[in-house]
């Protein structure tokens, strides 16, 4: 190591670091191929609106075959308690189903959405404590959907 030294990368650097790092799991998992590193990225987006002003709303990540990435869930405070939240959910994961997903994760900082989700069949499997602040818990949940 006496030669080496450390430097700041460029985003092409971090492109090839990808690449290298996608070569060396091809070669351990036989099972991937360039076809899943190539497939592109679908969002899927459902809205709720009251007099054209949005009240709910969700957003899906994927890739086919992949798993569903919950991006963003919100409803309006007026608008909550109402099952939208869940109907919207329920409708993403049936989507996503419908394209090849068989797995849905997201992540959350509220306590009671982790028990909402809990009750729409999500479970944690991740915890970080003191995130992004000293006393809020980051948590990763998932579902087979």
């Not at 099972?31 to 899906?60: F, H, S, W």
């Amino acid at each position: 190591m006496n030669d080496m030294e450390i430097l700041i990368g460029t985003e092409k650097d971090a492109d090839e670091l990808g690449r290298l790092l996608w070569d060396f799991n091809k070669s351990i998992f036989p099972q991937c191929n360039d076809a899943d590193k190539e497939r592109p990225e679908e969002t899927i987006c459902y809205l709720m609106k009251d007099k054209d002003k949005i009240i709910a709303g969700i957003v899906g990540k994927f890739k086919k075959n992949y798993p569903l990435y919950v991006d963003i869930i919100f409803v309006e405070e007026a608008f909550r308690k109402q099952d939208y939240a869940s109907f919207m959910l329920n409708k993403l994961e049936a989507e996503a189903k419908s394209r090849g997903c068989y797995l849905a994760f997201l992540d959350t900082m509220n306590v009671q959405a982790v028990a909402f989700y809990e009750k729409c069949g999500y479970s944690v499997f991740g915890k970080l404590d003191n995130f992004p602040h000293p006393g809020i818990c980051y948590f990763w949940m998932k579902k087979e959907i």
